[in-house]
Nanobody
Framework: DVRLVESGGGLAQAGGSLTLSCVVSGITFHDYAVGWFRQAPGKEHEGVSCIVNEDGSTHYADSVKGRFTISSDNAKNTVYLQMNSLTPEDAAVYYC????????????????????????WGQGTQVTVSS
């Protein structure tokens, strides 16, 4: 069975940092892309960043470019999201999701983050940012 387990959330001050982890099992990790998504109360599910595990290519939502960094460790089947310069607008439940191959990750515009193209997701990890 495919399983994604997020961790690393917590409370940070505005301007602070957190690092999230997503451990994936049940797939051939190298063949997949993994994305981070978030959802805040009253807001829509939002794509944040994704990485193609085959070659490490990355993509970011405009709202986090320059502040967040996604990386993966293929030996550990784990994807990380380093979040710097956090703002209260970053507060949300963060989820990781998987999709086979690179096509979705390389799709331009909003289609990259469409739930139609991402498969499983974990239970999420809460990120809270105090102002």
């Amino acid at each position: 069975d495919v399983r994604l387990v997020e961790s690393g959330g917590g409370l940070a001050q505005a301007g602070g940092s957190l690092t999230l982890s997503c451990v994936v099992s049940g797939i051939t990790f190298h063949d997949y892309a993994v994305g981070w998504f978030r959802q805040a109360p009253g807001k829509e599910h939002e794509g944040v960043s994704c990485i193609v595990n085959e070659d490490g290519s990355t993509h970011y939502a405009d709202s986090v470019k320059g502040r967040f960094t996604i990386s993966s460790d293929n030996a550990k089947n784990t994807v990380y999201l380093q979040m710097n310069s956090l703002t209260p607008e970053d507060a949300a439940v963060y989820y990781c999701r998987d999709t086979w191959g690179r096509a979705v990750a390389e799709t331009g515009g909003g289609n990259r983050w469409s739930s139609l193209y991402w498969d499983y997701w974990g239970q999420g990890t809460q990120v809270t940012v105090s102002s």
